[in-house]
């Protein structure tokens, strides 16, 4: 029997969301970028095909931090 | 200003021979470089018309002298054609891919591809002419072969020849392929290998040129050999031997063909030699460039000069020059200087007229400019006490490797910098050198002051907590000062603090401890508290905690954690409560302080320092006789099998973790036995405080140096079963395997000192090998962040302005302003609450 294994589920992997158009664009208003300009993440990226994120949605990423508590990170999906 | 036009981009391509013919102005065919009466043979490889090298004469082609003539190519005409080695590896990945009569492309598709997909998907048979290809087989530098039969480059020719254009846009190949087999070679201009002419008259050529004598020696033979019809071996020899010539004009430095050689052994530096590593054209002569206005010797220490100050010597001074332009305000100064001339420091050496026209500054001629000296006049004096310069000691690892200092110019040789600062620069006094630099405008000046000066710099942004601080004796001398039984009379305590030439108030008392004189040097308002580093091993001292209280030391002793590099609390908590000018003051003055507390009262070592009572001796040899029998033990039981293995480890590996806790814990009772025996002394006092040296090293000169290591385990390499062939095969024993249980002072058996110079043997690889590693790492890691920039809007972009961080570091903290990387809340909270009050 193979057994599903979520990475998600992993202590060390933060957690990922994808953002709704709203939400996109108020990111890219508050920092006055285009979306081309934010970081980016691969599509075949595992995290992001476990949760179905496709080609042009944006993931939002809460880490924890020794210094910050919890931090933001944005990052684009893109092919290759 | 030049009309500017953006560059939209850049095209990489291939020379074709049009194109050569073209920039050429000579056909060189003549191997031979002068005539009899020493001139340049037309026709040779030193022609004259491609570009002048001698100053005075004239080009031959444009008539320009050797500032204005960059040179001019010529052209060589090969007797065969040549693989181009550089490319040869493309040259065997476009033979894959064309076929061998047609040479179309070895697909019927008309799509665009890859050349790398091609080769791939590429068929046996061609789909235009249905001719069947052979098996083609590269071997490097530069030969091909074809179903085990040769390809010689004239062959690949004609097939590239025949390869459509329309072939070639479906792999994206933008030039011609036939251009990468050589037919005309160009020959670079002679400004580009200039000969030189030594002492001798003797003349001495470049290396490239010699390369090129090969090169047109060879293929005149070979034109000679083809015409009068020699043998086909002959000419397939000279050929392979133009095709060596010619690649290793490109690279000398190619695998599987021996390096073209000098006659004295040495290696040509041909083309590719010039523009690789570290010593090649990028690196050294564009990415990194010689500057003016600097200066380098050996530094050394001097307590007397401030922190942000460089002793600079007086004939550095004279050398180095700031240029002054002369105004109202300071023209009696600058006549002042120019009248002194270029040998009395300070003097000037150089002063330019309204008019832009210069003049040197002599002996001679220093009146006689001093007088006509007016307004509009720029004068290059003389380097002075205060002028901003950067000092900087390699390998520059963190921005505090240069920093801005202050000039104090001083008699004899050497740089003289405050002790302080020598952790920044991560600089010693064993004939370290240092550099020095002189911004040459008042807006560089003025940058490096605001952003490099040293006071700017205390706290280092690689923890977050003080780098510039005391250190070593000025430690000691402050521990000395504070300790509890440390009291002066009135005159002692202003000696000491007049010599270290500081104007403080002290208590009005007959008797001062040395606590009131350390606080007079603290601000009114500290309070702190904390643990000192004399607190290990003591901790109920009255003096292991220490407390101030409204700048004023309660409680407590000076040492490593309330002053040191990297932990002092209270410079740490000067820094944050004040400018960074009163934090540099304060180490001035406490560091002088220390060294004055010294100078007075005398500081000795010695290693009677490291006596031990007979009673300590006698605890020492116990503790490690005893340690030697339970090893025994362990022994024992393990050769009758009656031992307990760890999990995960097999049982002579278990035996091995036992054996060396057990002479850990004796090594340890040993460090206790010292710590308690050894009676307080200097050595001791450096030890404790964290001025110099730590127990360990106390322990291992009185008592016993213990267990060595290689690779983190005891010592068994040597011969099979046994480390020296004077011990038996197998034998388990703490000697037999590097425990040392010696001190330094009782002096090493033959084997212990083996076993040390083993362990000392690693520990110098490790260290030679660790700095090279880890310079490699950050030369990669500067590389990959150099153009990163934290944004107005507090983001961190590169260079296509893309967002890489939405906060610098993800927590918006700069490292230089924290709390040891941290934000002190407790401290910001209190802050605004007295705001409030």
Known sequence: MKEEIKITDHVIVPKHEILTPDEIKHLLDTYKISINQLPRIAEDDVVVKEIGANVGDVLKITRSSHTAGVTHYYRLVVKE | MADMKEVQSIEFGVLSPKVILKMATVRIARAELYDPDGYPIDGGVMDPRMGVIDPGLRCRTCGGSVGDCGGHFGYLELARPIVHVLYSKFVYRLLKVICRKCGKLLTGSREKTSLKDLIKTAGKKCTACGEEQGEIKFEKPYSFWEDKTPLNPMTIRERFEKTPDEDLELIRVRIRPEWLIITILPVPPVTVRPSITLETGERSEDDLTHKLVDIVRINQRLKENIDIGAPDFIIEDLWELLQYHVSTFFDNELTGVPHARHRSGRGLKTLVQRLKTKEGRFRSNLAGKRVNFCARTVISPDNNIDIDEVGVPEIIAKELTLPIRVTDFNIAMIKEVVKNGPNVWPGANYATRADGRKKKITEESKNEIAEE?????????????????????????HRMSIMAHRVRVMPYRTFRLNLCVSPPYN?????????LHVPQTEEAQAEALLLMEVQNQIRSPRFGGPIIA??????????????????FTKEEAAQILAYAGIDAQLPDKEKVSGKEIFSSLLPQNLNIEFQSTWHKGNKNDEDSNVVIKNGKLIKGVIDKSAVGSEEGAIIDKIEKMGTPQEVSDFINKVSRLGSAMLDTRGFTVGISDNDLSEEAKKLVSKAIKKAEEDVADLIDQFNKGKLEGLPDRSLNASLEVYIMQRLAKAVNECGEVVSAHVPENDTIYMARTGARGSLVNVTQTAACIGQETVLGQRIHRGYLNRTLPHFRKGDLSPISHGFVGTSFKAGL??????????????????????TRHSGYMERRLVNALQDLKVKYDMTVRDLTNSVVQFLPGEDGIDPAKSNWGKFDVDAFVNLEAAKDD
């Open chain 2, 427 to 435: 600089a010693d006094f064993d004939g370290d050198e240092m550099n």
């Open chain 2, 373 to 397: 000296i007016t307004n509009g006049w720029i004068v290059e004096r003389h380097l002075q006490n205060g002028d901003i310069v950067l000092f900087n000691r390699q390998p520059s690892l």
């Open chain 2, 749 to 770: 058996t033959p084997f212990e000192f083996f076993w040390d110079s083993l362990n000392g043997r690693e520990g110098l690889m490790d260290k030679s090998l660790r």
């Open chain 2, 470 to 487: 005391p250190k070593n004796d000025h430690i000691s001398g402050l521990f000395i000062l504070t300790k509890k039984d440390s009291v």
